[in-house]
C-alpha cells in the first residue's frame, strides 16, 4: 500500500461505525466512510468536539451540522496551499490521500532534466496540478465543473503558483482529449482521477465501468515519443489494483515502462492501522 504519511496539518484521529475522525489544521470533521465496517470504541476526545459533522441520510446524501467552523480556511502540504470548505456530498475540496502520488510524480518531473508537459484529467480543486507545477512541469487542467477550476485557481494562488504555466480549461476530459488528438498535441506525462459516475457539461454520461479502459486507451495517443509517467486513479471498489495494472500494461505495451497499482491510504492516529482510500495505478518510463 501507498501511504500518505508525510502531513502535517491533516490526519486521520480514529475511525469507527461508519465514520472517520479528522483534523484538517484546525479544525475537527467526523464524515462517513464506507470502509469503517468495525465498531469499536469511540475513546478519542475529539468525537466530541468537531466542528463539523456530515450526517449520512437514509435516503442517499445527507447534510453537515456545524460547531464553530469557519466557511473556508487553508491547509498546507509541504510548499502547497490549499482552501478548504465543506460542501455538499461530504467533501472538503482535498483528498488528502493523494499527496503520495504528488510525491511519487514530482520527484519523476524534478529527476527529469528536461521541460515536462502534464495533463491533469478530471483535475478537480488542483492538487495533482499544483504539485505537479511547483516540481516544475507546465500543466494542462481540465475538469468539467466550472466551479471546480475556479476553486484550483485558488489554490494556485494561494500556493504562490498563479504565475505557473498552467492551462485551466473547462471542459468534457473525453471530448478534450478528443480534440487534442486531432490537433496533434501531445504530453509528457498524464494524471486522471475519473468519477465513479458522473456527467459533463452537456449531459455526458460517464460510467467508469465502461469508460475508463477505453478512454486509457484513447489517452495513449497524446502519448510524447518520451512519456514520463501515466496515474490513474480509483475510487471504486470494483476496480482493484490487480485490475489497473491489468489496463495500464494492456494500454501502454507499446511503450517501455513499469507498471504498479497498490491502495493508497492514510495513517490512523489512535491504532497505528492505515486506513484504504482507493487504489492508484502508475506507469513509469524506464
Known sequence: ???????????????????????????????????????????????????GHYHRS???????????LPQQWTIHYKELSFHLKPF??????????QATNWDWFSEKIRNANRSIKVLNLFAYTGGATLAAAAA???????????????WAKENAKASNLENAPIR?????CV?????????????????????????????????????????IQLCTKLLSDDPLFFLVNSYTTGLAPAVLTYMISLALKDWNGHVEAQEIGLPVTSTGLVLPCGASGRWSSI
Open 136 to 150: 516544475g512541469a507546465s500543466v494542462t487542467h481540465v475538469d468539467a465543473s466550472k466551479g471546480m477550476v475556479g
Open 58 to 68: 437514509q435516503k442517499g446524501g445527507g447534510e453537515w451540522e456545524f460547531f464553530d
Open 168 to 172: 485551466w480549461l473547462v471542459d468534457d
Open 1 to 51: 500500500m501507498w501511504i500518505a504519511d508525510s502531513w502535517k496539518d491533516y490526519e486521520v484521529l480514529d475511525t469507527s461505525g461508519g465514520e472517520k475522525l479528522e483534523r484538517w489544521g484546525d479544525y475537527l470533521l467526523v464524515r462517513p466512510d464506507p470502509q469503517v465496517i468495525w465498531n469499536t470504541k469511540k475513546q478519542h476526545s475529539g468525537w466530541k468536539k468537531k466542528n
Open 88 to 97: 455538499s456530498f461530504k467533501h472538503t475540496g482535498l483528498f488528502p490521500e
Open 175 to 215: 471530448k478534450f482529449v478528443e480534440r487534442e488528438i486531432r490537433r496533434g498535441n501531445h504530453y509528457d506525462a498524464i494524471i486522471m482521477d475519473p468519477p465513479s459516475y458522473g456527467r459533463g457539461p452537456k449531459g455526458e454520461i460517464w460510467k467508469i465501468e465502461d469508460s475508463i479502459f477505453p478512454f
